[in-house]
């Protein structure tokens, strides 16, 4: 009896462990240099993050990616085409990874310093063909905000993370996080290096606070990368364009699962990866 009792608690705690959490972390527009240039003034902690691998970035109609397209691969898994919002190229809408997490009874949690539509928050709950679009993408928002935790704009990204994770982690199925530093972007199209850099230190703030969290509950997968390179940031530390560009970008990865993330990898195995994590454990 004793012995049956006891293999039914290991099975209770297997069971429970099962549950998974995902932090994804988007720098818009961090290169390897925009990483490299802030870390000659100040430590970059996400550099010293276990696993380091790299993304390509091309979307489906363009060498060049934009927000709108890029974050709908991690959100959803296929190549779109530049300004799609959570629709495959086809123009079908996709089940977003944040989408799934609600119906499988996960907490979900979206958070940006972008504008109220902007593109990479509103990949993950919004279906629309332009994201400039923004009276339909404030629409799902609306809508999304029932069964999910968004907030964007929010001034700065660090300030968020803490209370975020405390929230979402009270749900024994686990959760899926995003959050933002959209002005990395934003500064890198004005070629603005020290307001990039000043925005970048805010990112990688959070980035620490997401690390200790991952210290704290281990059942946690964190993943930073950006979702393109903006500005042709020179490895001078100088930009050499206004506009995004198609380099690979670097992905880091802390935690449970983090050595999934090692190696070159195209955007959308990122989804594939976290698909795993949440839902095939
Ligand atoms: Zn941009």
Same mark, same amino acid.
């Given at each position: 009896?004793?012995?049956?009792? =006891?293999?039914?608690?290991?099975?209770?705690?297997?069971?429970?462990?099962?549950?998974?959490?995902?932090?994804?972390?988007?720098?818009?527009?961090?290169?390897? +240099?925009? /990483?490299?240039?802030?870390?000659?003034?100040?430590?970059?902690?996400?550099?010293?993050?276990?696993? $380091?691998?790299?993304?390509?970035?091309?979307?489906?109609?363009?060498?060049?990616?934009?927000?709108?397209?890029?974050?709908?691969?991690?959100?959803?898994?296929?190549? &779109?085409?530049?300004?799609?919002?959570? $629709? =495959?190229?086809?123009?079908? !809408?996709?089940?977003?990874?944040?989408?799934?997490?609600?119906?499988?009874?996960?907490?979900?949690?979206?958070?940006?310093?972008?504008?109220?539509?902007?593109?990479?928050?509103?990949?993950?709950?919004?279906?629309? @063909? +332009?994201?400039?679009?923004? *009276?339909?993408?404030?629409? @799902? *928002? /609306?809508?999304?905000?029932?069964?999910?935790?968004?907030?964007?704009?929010?001034?700065?990204?660090?300030?968020?993370?803490?209370?975020?994770? +405390?929230? /979402?982690? +009270?749900? &024994?199925?686990? =959760? =899926?996080?995003? #959050?933002?530093?959209?002005?990395?972007?934003? @500064?890198?199209?004005?070629?603005?290096?020290?307001?990039?850099?000043?925005?970048?230190?805010?990112?990688? /703030?959070?980035?620490? #606070?997401?690390?200790?969290?991952?210290?704290?509950?281990? !059942?946690?997968?964190?993943?930073?990368?950006?979702?393109?390179?903006?500005?042709?940031?020179?490895?001078?530390?100088?930009?050499?364009?206004?506009?995004?560009?198609?380099?690979?970008?670097?992905?880091?990865?802390?935690? *449970?699962?983090?050595?999934?993330?090692?190696?070159?990898?195209?955007?959308?195995?990122?989804?594939?990866?976290?698909?795993?994590?949440?839902?095939?454990?």
């Amino acid at each position: 009896m004793k012995k049956i009792l =006891f293999l039914f608690v290991c099975l209770l705690i297997s069971k429970v462990s099962l549950a998974d959490n995902v932090i994804l972390m988007i720098g818009d527009g961090m290169g390897e +240099n925009h /990483l490299k240039c802030a870390s000659a003034d100040k430590a970059i902690y996400i550099m010293t993050l276990p696993i $380091k691998g790299w993304v390509h970035t091309h979307s489906a109609n363009n060498q060049i990616t934009d927000s709108a397209a890029s974050a709908t691969a991690y959100a959803c898994g296929e190549k &779109t085409n530049n300004r799609m919002l959570g $629709k =495959f190229a086809g123009g079908d !809408d996709c089940q977003t990874i944040a989408e799934k997490a609600v119906q499988e009874g996960l907490s979900v949690g979206i958070y940006s310093t972008d504008y109220a539509t902007g593109a990479t928050p509103s990949a993950f709950f919004a279906h629309v @063909y +332009n994201r400039n679009d923004r *009276k339909t993408i404030a629409s @799902y *928002k /609306l809508r999304a905000q029932n069964v999910m935790d968004i907030k964007v704009p929010v001034s700065k990204i660090s300030q968020e993370v803490e209370a975020a994770l +405390n929230k /979402l982690k +009270n749900n &024994t199925k686990g =959760f =899926f996080a995003m #959050f933002e530093g959209a002005l990395i972007d934003t @500064y890198s199209h004005h070629n603005k290096l020290d307001k990039m850099k000043e925005e970048l230190y805010d990112f990688d /703030l959070a980035v620490k #606070f997401a690390s200790d969290f991952v210290r704290e509950n281990p !059942d946690t997968t964190l993943i930073v990368l950006a979702d393109h390179e903006t500005g042709g940031l020179s490895d001078e530390c100088r930009y050499t364009q206004k506009s995004h560009s198609g380099t690979d970008v670097p992905v880091y990865a802390d935690g *449970k699962h983090a050595e999934l993330f090692d190696g070159k990898q195209d955007n959308i195995e990122i989804y594939k990866k976290m698909y795993q994590i949440l839902f095939e454990n």
